[in-house]
């Protein structure tokens, strides 16, 4: 199995910034895409933004040219560096992974993982 830890989140003012980590740990293979989700109450969750394992990037149109996300494959780690941050931008952020794992009957996977949440508040 594997697990997704995310770390980072807080309270900022507007127009400040936040790094998100997401490590992932277990009997992990290889990672395909990670991505970071976000989500309000009564919302459903929303993409913000995908890596793949070559480095290849995508962003929500509402987040692009003030999130990067980039990844640290040796540590099975995503970032998610938020600049320039809105009141909007206040949510539950959450990572996820689709990742092949080895247990003691071969290769297992890939499967979909997530983590547990954590939450960015942003000030007006």
């Known amino acids: 199995q594997v697990q997704l830890v995310e770390s980072g989140g807080g309270l900022v003012q507007a127009g400040g910034s936040l790094r998100l980590s997401c490590a992932a740990s277990g009997r992990i293979l290889y990672i395909n895409d990670m991505d970071w989700y976000r989500q309000t109450p009564g919302k459903q969750r929303e993409l913000v933004a995908t890596i793949t394992s070559g480095g290849s990037t995508r962003y929500a149109d509402s987040v692009k040219g003030r999130f990067t996300i980039s990844r640290d494959n040796a540590k099975n780690t995503v970032y998610l560096q938020m600049n320039s941050l809105k009141p909007e931008d206040t949510a539950v952020y959450y990572c996820?992974?689709?990742?092949?794992?080895?247990?003691?009957?071969?290769?297992?996977?890939?499967?979909?993982?997530w983590g547990q949440g954590t939450q960015v508040t942003v000030s007006s």
């Open positions: 996820n992974a689709d990742a092949v794992y080895y247990s003691s009957s071969g290769r297992r996977g890939p499967y979909n993982y």
